[in-house]
């Protein structure tokens, strides 16, 4: 069966960084275009960040251009968001998924398959 995994998240100080991974198996990796997505308590899940097939198309959420790069490796079957400077705002469940649309997709809905999620928690 399809299967995303995220991994990488933590407990981390304002400033810190961290790198999430999101590792898929049970589908051919190439075909799906890969988003991110948090939720913080209490809140709706938003966009963050997604890459298309071959990663050179990717788009973010106006909030976190600058800190956020998302990524991938085709070879590993595994997609990759990197967050700098970190923030309490920040603090949130993050997600990855996968979608057979061609290009860049931001609203969660036209996701297929994801992951359960990795708790990231930003102490300030």
């Known amino acids: 069966q399809v299967q995303l995994v995220e991994s990488g998240g933590g407990l981390v100080q304002a400033g810190d960084s961290l790198r999430l991974s999101c590792a898929a198996s049970?589908?051919?990796?190439?075909?799906?275009?890969i988003g991110w997505f948090r939720q913080a308590p209490g809140k709706e899940r938003e966009f963050v960040a997604a890459?298309?097939?071959?990663?050179?198309?990717?788009h973010y959420a106006d909030s976190v251009k600058g800190r956020f790069t998302i990524s991938r490796d085709n070879a590993k079957n595994t997609a990759y968001l990197l967050i700098l400077t970190l923030k309490p705002e920040d603090t949130a469940v993050y997600y990855c998924?996968?979608?057979?649309?061609?290009?860049?997709?931001?609203?969660?809905?036209?996701?297929?398959?994801w992951g359960q999620g990795t708790q990231v928690t930003v102490s300030s």
């Open positions: 998924a996968g979608t057979r649309i061609f290009g860049i997709a931001v609203l969660p809905n036209l996701y297929t398959y």
């Open positions: 049970g589908l051919t990796f190439i075909r799906y275009s």
């Open positions: 890459i298309n097939w071959n990663g050179d198309s990717t």
